[in-house]
């Protein structure tokens, strides 16, 4: 193995989780390690590239090591270079990255999340912007008179909480005829009467082209991949006054940018048009990766069951055994099942 990339747990959704589908669709010689995982996002990872459920002890040997937070695993791994993925602005959020003596690279996904881990840690760092591989859609904006919003977020303090409040109270005051959408999960205060909450899915990226918004009030952020991808498919966003967002070039020509206090909402410009072209800063990925892999994920795998189960694929039911099944189920219907817990992947 060329590339490993390790995330102790990928979720449903995520910074990280569109960092590495994207970084999937875009580069093929890389395996993914997990310890706990959405069985989704595996499907969907698996689709580009090799994923796999880490086993307790099991040894990994590469030529680059690459790992987000935590470094459990790390005395496992013989590789060339042990890289430390910084995808946090981690001044702001007032705790220090764990470093491990055998990183010997530091990768940030923004100069102010490099900085903040410099500030914090005094060790130097490589700038790589996220990779973005998005297929524009071919939507219509909305047309019933209303102003449509949307949002992708949790619903805590540190993303705007307060804000989205107060936003949704200068939206009625002025009488604007809007309708809010906003993916998120464990809705415990309302926002507004006008906010539709809908269950998070993995891809909404036609539902950010179609709205005339994307609404995005965080505290602090360290990329921001939906601020990113609402301005690739020419929505403007509506965000906080924070240093990155300059940096990922937004700016007044494609944004509403609001202070952290709201006070300076120009509710007005809502109902103006804006015509902009953006490009996000270029991510040098390339630098580390290529597409020269031998991976197939319609290839079969050897794969032991460890819990019966009946796969509505083969329309089969396997019940647990310690045989090895060869010749049956692929390499990508593996990952999807060994993070479901289903069966083991012996590779």
């Excluded at 580069?27 to 796999?52: F, S, T």
């Excluded at 959408?181 to 036609?206: C, H, Q």
């Excluded at 020509?253 to 410009?269: A, E, K, P, Q, Y």
Aim: charged share 30%; net charge positive; with cysteine.
């Amino acid at each position: 193995m060329k590339n490993v990339f390790y995330f102790k747990v990928i979720s449903y959704i995520g910074g990280c989780e569109s960092f590495f589908y994207y970084l999937s669709k875009l580069y093929k010689n890389i395996v993914i390690y997990y310890k706990e995982a959405h069985p989704e996002q595996i499907k969907r990872l698996a689709k580009n590239v090799e994923v796999h459920k880490y086993k307790e002890n099991e040894t990994i040997e590469c030529d680059n090591f690459f790992c987000c937070y935590g470094p459990d695993i790390i005395d496992n791994v013989i590789a060339k270079n042990y890289i430390h993925l910084i995808h946090c602005d981690y001044k702001q959020v007032k705790f220090s990255p764990i470093i491990h003596p055998k990183f010997n690279k530091y990768i940030a996904v923004s100069k102010l999340a490099g900085e903040s881990f410099k500030e914090i840690i005094g060790i130097d760092y490589e700038l790589i912007y996220n990779p973005v591989a998005i297929d524009i859609p071919k939507v219509e904006k909305y047309n019933d008179g209303k102003i449509h919003l949307i949002s992708a977020t949790r619903l805590t303090k540190e993303k705007g909480l307060k804000r989205m409040q107060r936003l949704a109270t200068l939206l009625d005051k002025a009488d604007i005829n809007y309708e809010w959408i906003v993916y998120t999960n464990r809705v415990r205060e309302s926002i507004g009467k006008n906010v539709i909450y809908k269950e998070p899915k993995m891809d909404i990226i036609e539902d950010i082209a179609k709205a005339d918004f994307l609404v995005q009030l965080s505290d602090c952020e360290a990329f921001c991949y939906s601020v990113v991808e609402s301005l690739i498919v020419n929505t403007p966003v509506i965000c906080t006054d924070l240093p990155v967002f300059k940096e990922l070039r937004v700016n007044k020509g494609n944004s509403i940018i609001c202070d952290l206090s709201m006070n300076n909402v120009d509710i007005n410009r809502l109902k103006q048009p804006f015509k902009f072209k953006y490009k996000p800063p270029k991510s040098n990925w390339n630098k580390y990766l290529d597409n020269k892999s031998d991976y197939n994920p319609n290839e079969y795998a050897k794969v032991r069951v460890k819990r019966g189960y009946t796969d509505i694929v083969n329309n089969k039911y396997y019940p647990k055994s310690n045989e090895i099944i060869e010749n049956e189920i692929t390499k990508q219907r593996a990952s999807y099942l060994e993070a479901k817990g289903l069966i083991e992947w012996l590779y």
